[in-house]
T-cell receptor, first 117, second 114 residues
């Protein structure tokens, strides 16, 4: 089945530094990938839709300059948290759809636990 | 405004009994619904789905029921097993293009007690 690889699985960084999270579709091409964020005991909140070869579409309230998304190829999307602050600490998850699997093909990465100290 | 609601944050069930997880939605444009299971520090894994043209879909121990008029769906797990203990998210989508994201509920933590 479709596999989405997300890396790193966890990262601890200092305030003010930037962190890059990668999301790869391993056995299918994804023109669209989605980035979600989950706070403790909260739902998965969509942050942005990453489109291959074009600018990402951000949800209301998500800072474009803080959460940089690059979808340079059909198998890779990256999320960079710039100038990270403790309030950015969260669980970030990417998702992509393998069109060959119909609508059930929303596959998720394993997530990245970001802790900003 | 939350479009997908899971009003029960937690549920405890005895092993072997039926677990029923509920989900309500407000957006009548949603036409595909999915259930995901999530363990801590892991991404969600797909469990079962149902399209709006059906009212029931069954896969092994898992059955999803959809009541469009009530904008309500439920996931039944029978018999429940300790390994089913996880957080279950209800999700909805509009369209089949794959370019539309899923909208998630807040999740229900299921604990199956041996």
């Amino acid at each position: 089945g479709a596999v989405v690889s997300q890396h790193p699985s966890w990262v601890i960084c200092k305030s003010g530094t930037s962190v890059k999270i990668e999301c790869r579709s391993l056995d299918f091409q994804a023109t669209t990938m989605f980035w979600y964020r989950q706070f403790p005991k909260k739902s998965l909140m969509l942050m942005a839709t990453s489109n291959e070869g074009s600018k990402a579409t951000y949800e209301q309230g998500v800072e474009k300059d803080k959460f940089l998304i690059n979808h340079a190829s059909l198998t890779l999307s990256t999320l960079t948290v710039t100038s990270a602050h403790p309030e950015d600490s969260s669980f970030y998850i990417c998702s992509a759809r393998d069109r060959g699997q119909g609508n059930i093909g929303y596959t998720f990465g394993s997530g990245t636990r970001l802790t900003v100290v | 405004d939350q479009q997908v609601k899971q009003n029960s944050p937690s549920l405890s069930v005895q092993e072997g009994r039926i677990s029923i997880l509920n989900c309500d939605y407000t957006n009548s444009m949603f036409d595909y619904f999915l259930w995901y299971k999530k363990y801590p520090a892991e991404g969600p894994t797909f469990l079962i789905s149902i399209s709006s043209i059906k009212d029931k879909n069954e896969d092994g121990r898992f059955t999803v029921f959809l009541n469009k008029s009530a904008k309500h769906l439920s996931l039944h797990i029978v018999p429940s097993q300790p390994g089913d203990s996880a957080v279950y998210f209800c999700a909805a989508s509009q369209g089949y293009s794959g370019n539309t994201p899923l909208v998630f509920g807040k999740g229900t933590r299921l604990s199956v007690i041996a």
